[in-house]
């Protein structure tokens, strides 16, 4: 059996495949909003999952290779699809087949076993693209994970920042638990960053946020 398109030493190997969680299906009818529908083969994984769950998504626009840097969190070149057209080729949210074993240490100092699943979501803001299932697709990664990879290629732009401060804004959208942390942990992964250098990202992301929203700077802070 191929042992798959490996990325390097470094990364270990996941096994398994992509499998679609959920999909948007469309209304065409004037003022309709489609439905999501779920993968009950995927649900079938995630219901035999015993072990404490961490969900990392990998979010950002179509096109800058958020389904790449999925595969390499797997340690391959090959799994979540890449395609190469102009048109995005993730449809809804994919997960992987296996979510994969990693051990994690806690605030008091106990080790740990979680699952780890890693959610490849559609890219946002293609042309065609329903808006109000762009913001709920942004808005439904945000409340799912653990942890929010968001993806930027480029420069930091004002759409960009604008969709982040929904983080700040998501009591307005879904009722908080009582317990626990609500909002993930949020990981800006610039790419392809060509112009010179900020003396510290961090303060340039701030000063950006800040321009579009004061107080999400302070929360994000």
């Not at 840097?69 to 090959?78: E, K, M, P, Q, T």
């Not at 296996?98 to 106990?110: A, T």
């Not at 979680?114 to 329903?130: W, Y």
């Not at 949020?186 to 004061?214: A, G, H, M, T």
């Amino acid at each position: 059996m191929s042992a798959g398109n490996r990325f390097g030493r470094e990364i270990e190997f996941r096994e398994g495949s992509p499998i679609q969680l959920l999909q948007y299906v469309e209304d065409n009818s004037e003022n309709g909003f489609g439905k999501i529908v779920l993968n009950p083969v995927a649900l079938n994984i995630l219901q035999t999952i015993q072990e404490p769950l961490a969900i990392i998504s990998v979010v950002g626009s179509y096109r800058r290779g958020k389904s790449w840097f999925a595969n390499v969190l797997h340690g391959r070149h090959d799994g979540f699809d890449l395609g190469a057209k102009v048109e995005g080729c993730t449809r809804g949210i994919y997960m992987w087949s296996l979510p994969f074993m990693l051990e994690s240490e806690q605030p008091d100092g106990k080790i740990i076993q979680k699952r780890v699943i890693v959610l490849d979501s559609e890219g946002i803001e293609v042309p065609k693209q329903d808006q109000n299932w762009a913001t709920k697709l942004f808005i439904l990664c945000l409340a799912l994970s653990s942890t929010f990879i968001y993806n930027i290629s480029g420069i930091i732009g004002k759409s960009n920042i604008g969709k982040l401060c929904l983080m700040t804004d998501l009591n307005k959208f879904i009722q908080e638990p009582e317990e626990g942390d609500f909002l993930p942990r949020l990981v800006i992964l610039l790419r392809d960053f060509n112009l010179e250098s900020p003396e510290s990202f961090k303060d340039y992301f701030l000063e950006k946020l800040n321009d579009v929203s004061p107080e999400g700077e302070l929360q994000i802070k």
